[in-house]
């Protein structure tokens, strides 16, 4: 069988795109422990010049820098592509027309993996572009799943301690306390049944064994194991 080669669009931020090398490393080794390593191939770009344009909602601009990555992982070799962040995704659909090789998504990725845990009333975390947007919604929409945002200054809370903090790799106690406390409220005021960690750095300081009686949905981890099946098939 022929390993197909993954192509990573990184940057976005920086500690994620180590744990995607990581993970996908490891969940490769899984299925083929014969002792070899995947092809993997990754363009990094400014995070920063990212988020500056999706908050001026230049989007335009940002789909040609994300199909200006894609296009040189393609170049590269790579015979599918991702793109390693949520917030991105408000493009997603744009970068997919003009993209020369295919996608994963991670938010249909993160959706079947609800739905195969019959989740149907979720929150979710992220960046206030990935809260606010329309791309979970839109998705998850159409398999009968209700999305349930933090109150409004819960999401500026995790949208500066996500952007000013976590993708910059500082992880502190009390950071992780009080958003904790902001899924527990979601769970005992909104019902939530699950919780979408939706930016790709919130695994690394919240996980599985939070302890709020409820699973987080690891987009990270969720969207590696598509890419590692993707490269297999």
Known sequence: MKIKMIGIVGGMGPESTIEYYRQTIAAYRD?????????ILICSIDVKKMLDWIAADELVRVTELLVGAVKRLAMAGADFALL???????????VQQ??????????????????????????????????KGRFYPDVFSK????LILPAPQEQDYIHEKYLGEIVNGIFRPETRAQLLAIAARLRDHERIQGLILGGTELPLILDHTAGVGI???????????????????
Not at 143 to 146: F, N, R, T, V, Y
Request: net charge positive; aromatic share 10%.
């Open 98 to 131: 003009w993209s020369p090789i295919p996608l994963i998504s991670i938010v249909e990725a993160t959706c079947r993996t609800a739905k195969a845990q019959n989740l149907k009333r979720l929150g979710i975390f992220g960046t206030k572009f990935t809260m």
């Open 31 to 39: 299925r083929n422990p014969d002792g070899s390593y995947p092809p």
């Open 215 to 233: 699973p987080f949905l690891d987009t990270t981890r969720i969207h590696v194991a598509a890419a590692v099946a993707r490269m297999f098939s």
């Open 84 to 94: 390693s962040a949520n917030t991105p995704h408000v493009v997603f659909d744009e």
């Open 143 to 146: 398999e009968g799943m209700e």
